[in-house]
């Protein structure tokens, strides 16, 4: 049972992390629960007049660096331990791309299909009146996550804005471009996870042009990733995916013309002059790179020996298992974990947050300009770490992420 709870695993691999780092018992006692944890009842006024009550949560793990920051979901099977394991690993990774944030994260459970806008909007705005006073551009700032909109960021800031009596746009990122969202949040985490790969690339020895790549999952992260590797930096995308299944073509995709066709037809499976090839298959084809961008557990003891990429690049959150890691941490695979691969993200949340405060708006070439160096910085402060300890590339972002959260702490006078 415990092992499939997501905030034991994170509880075990921060403990990996002290381990390695001889980490204080007092500090690893204060880093292994959320700071605060907030539960509420949401009663929301249905279309047919009958009101129902949705449970709620927001966790807010640790603001030694700054203000909180992380997603909210809306999700049928939303759990209280998903919401902390969520809200650990955004403390990590705002600290490994070193913004100066911490983590949080809030769900609720219900079933956004199901439900009309005018139900979600007063369930948007009942949740942020249930917590407006613990939020906030300098205490906590969320953001859309599965399921949650930018349509949904616009009501609660807007809710946040009138409880505050004032325009609060930095209380909420990813919201509309037309209410302070900033230019290229829709491909950063993509963007950010390629200038880690290029990077990673240099390491490997590794010619980006023409380079082999395969990339489970076709949505936000795996489209982008396809996009950009082939227009960016001439890379050869041979495989897609998406969960109805995966197609291949050795001479490389146009993954624009897959979106429309994708758009269509609601399955990349079927593009002309492709071969269909299972998602198993895709992760273990003879490429360069490997970017599974779709779900966690994914590469798993029973696949990990049979995975020929060089590279891999966990756009997805918990792709691999500790299992195949050992397997492939043998294999001499370098792996660009996910909290530091997909971490472009939250750095331009981050930028949404600095241009509301600034009120003043960039475009987006000083965008993707800032979010390179963040990553590009971000990349080799772990990739130093871990040649430093002699330890693989994931658990050297545990050390350096949370070595900077224990600095602030010691710093604050926490301990
Ligand atoms: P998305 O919903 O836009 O896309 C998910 C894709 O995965 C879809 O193409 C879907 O068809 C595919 N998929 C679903 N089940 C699959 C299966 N069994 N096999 C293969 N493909 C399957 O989601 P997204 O925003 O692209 O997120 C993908 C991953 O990236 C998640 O793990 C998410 O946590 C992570 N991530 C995304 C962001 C972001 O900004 N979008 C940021 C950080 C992390």
Known sequence: MHKYNPFLTAQSQLDECAAIMNLDSSLHAILRVPKREIHMNIPVKMDDGTIKVFQGFRVQYNDSRGPTKGGIRFHPEETIDTVRA????????????????????????????????????????????????????????????????????????????????????????????????????????????????????????????????AIQGFGNAGYYAALLAST??????????????????????????????????????????????????????????????????????????????RIIAELANGPTTPEADEILDKKGVHIIPDFLCNSGGVTVSYFEMVQNFYMYYWDEAKVHDNLNRKMTVAYHNVLKTAKEYHINMRKAAYVVAVGRVVEAMKLRGWV
Request: proline share 4%.
């Open 86 to 213: 969520l809200a650990a690993w955004m403390t990590w990774k705002c600290s490994v791309a070193d913004i100066p944030l911490g983590g949080a994260k809030g769900g609720v459970i219900c079933d956004p299909k199901k439900m009309s806008q005018g139900e979600l909007e007063r369930l948007s705005r009942s949740y942020i009146q249930q917590i407006w006073q613990l939020i906030g551009p300098e205490m906590d700032v969320p953001a859309p996550d599965v399921y949650t909109t930018p349509q949904i960021m616009a009501w609660m800031m807007d809710e946040y804005s009138k409880l505050s009596g004032k325009n609060q746009f930095g209380v909420i990122t990813g919201k509309p471009l037309a209410l302070g969202g900033s230019a290229g949040r829709e491909d950063a985490t993509a963007r950010g996870g390629l200038y880690a790969v290029k990077e990673a690339s240099i390491e490997c020895g590794i010619n980006l042009k023409d380079a082999k790549i």
């Open 232 to 309: 960016i930096y001439g890379c050869r995308v041979v495989a897609v995916s998406d969960s109805k299944g995966g197609i291949y073509d050795q001479k490389g995709l146009d993954a624009q013309k897959i979106n429309d066709y994708k758009s269509s037809t609601g399955s990349v499976v079927g593009y002309p002059g492709t071969q269909n090839i299972s998602n198993e298959e895709l992760l273990e084809l003879d490429v360069d790179i490997l970017i599974p961008s779709a779900l966690e557990n994914v590469i798993t003891i029973n696949n990990a020996s049979n995975i020929k990429a």
